[in-house]
């Protein structure tokens, strides 16, 4: 019998609980997969804290991972027993050993990229893909900006936007955490806790400000960005560890600034056939030419709660990853 990690109510990482699961036969346009690799997001503990209502209670969460194919349903002719897959986004229940799901969800792993790989890139790359290619068609010479750089979509961001030629700006909380976003390759590295960080923003951008911000802080991170993009410039704001995002007057991005605030949403990028379609091909082929997203750390599924409460402390960098 396989295992599953469940929630039955929002609380802190202890509400994460083992039990045994079977997913029982696959639907006729299902397909049932072992997992080998399960990525570890902050929208898992955005559910799990209650911040995000649960689909149903209790929940197996998780929206990312990577497997082998072990039975298909009637009506599916494009995967077989044997082969090696990924997914992200719905419907999430990706914690535990076997599940069943769409099989149009699935994509088939390309040859040289393991399950490590694999299974802790396809949310954090799809978010990358959405950010680089959607939200901003980033071109060469262009100025990002990329808080918490040291982190797991900050150094996939910052990798894949240096390798389409654009420059980055990274933040990070720490000096040991400037130099992961450094080796990710961003031009320049500024502490976010420095009070004069938007002074040097707009001193390395001659004064004309970023192109494209990506705010994954929140908090009032959002409000301190706005003032270092340039006129018809783009700020994403993308999490919110540091707490609940203020308001944001329409002012503030009007009409002298010429500013456009997105929030945009991974989880309905990934829900977007085309769009998925499109941004996992993209994404395996820049693993395949040599984009890297470092696993930070890693636990056994049954030590969910652990990983958890690792990602939410910010003590962990690069993706955080559950092995079965």
């Given at each position: 019998m396989s295992v599953a990690i469940i929630i039955s109510k929002p609380g802190g990482p202890e509400v994460l609980?083992?039990?045994?699961?079977?997913?029982g036969e696959p639907g006729p346009d299902e397909v049932r997969i072992r997992h080998s690799v399960i990525g570890v997001n902050f929208v898992d503990i955005y559910y799990r804290s209650?911040?995000?209502?649960?689909?149903?209670?209790?929940?197996?969460?998780?929206?990312?991972?990577?497997?082998?194919?072990?039975?298909?349903?009637?009506?599916?002719?494009?995967?077989?027993?044997?082969?090696?897959?990924?997914?992200?986004?719905?419907?999430q229940g990706a914690?535990?050993?076997?599940?069943n799901i769409p099989a149009s969800r699935l994509i088939k792993i390309p040859e040289g990229i393991d399950f490590r790989t694999a299974g802790s890139s396809m949310l954090r790359g799809l978010t990358a893909h959405m950010l680089l290619h959607k939200v901003r068609n980033v071109q060469p010479g262009e100025w990002l900006l990329v808080h918490a750089a040291a982190g797991g979509l900050g150094?996939?961001?910052?990798?894949?936007?240096?390798?389409?030629?654009?420059?980055?700006?990274?933040?990070?909380?720490?000096?040991?955490?400037?130099?992961?976003?450094?080796?990710?390759?961003?031009?320049?590295?500024?502490?976010?806790?420095?009070?004069?960080?938007?002074?040097?923003?707009?001193?390395?951008?001659?004064?004309?400000g970023v192109h494209f911000a990506i705010d994954g802080i929140g908090g009032t991170m959002l409000s301190a960005t706005l003032g270092v993009v340039r006129p018809f410039g783009m700020v994403a704001s993308m999490g919110q560890p540091a707490g609940p995002i203020p308001a944001v007057p329409v002012e503030d991005l009007g009409f002298r600034r010429s500013i456009a605030?997105?929030?945009?949403?991974?989880?309905?990028?990934?829900?977007?056939?085309?769009l998925y379609r499109q941004g996992t091909t993209d994404l395996m082929a820049a693993l395949q030419q040599g984009l890297i997203n470092p696993v930070g750390a890693e636990f056994p599924l049954t030590e969910a709660w652990q990983a958890h409460a690792s990602l939410e402390s910010g003590r962990t960098t690069g993706s955080v990853i559950l092995t079965v």
């Open positions: 609980k083992t039990i045994a699961f079977f997913p209650g911040l995000y209502p649960l689909p149903a209670s209790p929940a197996v969460p998780g929206f990312e991972g990577a497997g082998v194919v072990i039975d298909v349903g009637s009506h599916v002719r494009c995967f077989s027993p044997g082969d090696r897959v990924a997914y992200t986004g719905n419907p914690y535990c050993e076997c599940r150094q996939l961001v910052t990798r894949w936007a240096t390798m389409k030629g654009a420059r980055v700006i990274g933040t990070a909380s720490s000096p040991a955490r400037m130099a992961l976003a450094s080796a990710a390759g961003a031009a320049e590295v500024l502490l976010h806790t420095d009070p004069s960080w938007q002074d040097k923003v707009r001193e390395i951008t001659q004064g004309h605030l997105m929030r945009p949403s991974s989880l309905a990028y990934a829900d977007d056939a085309g």
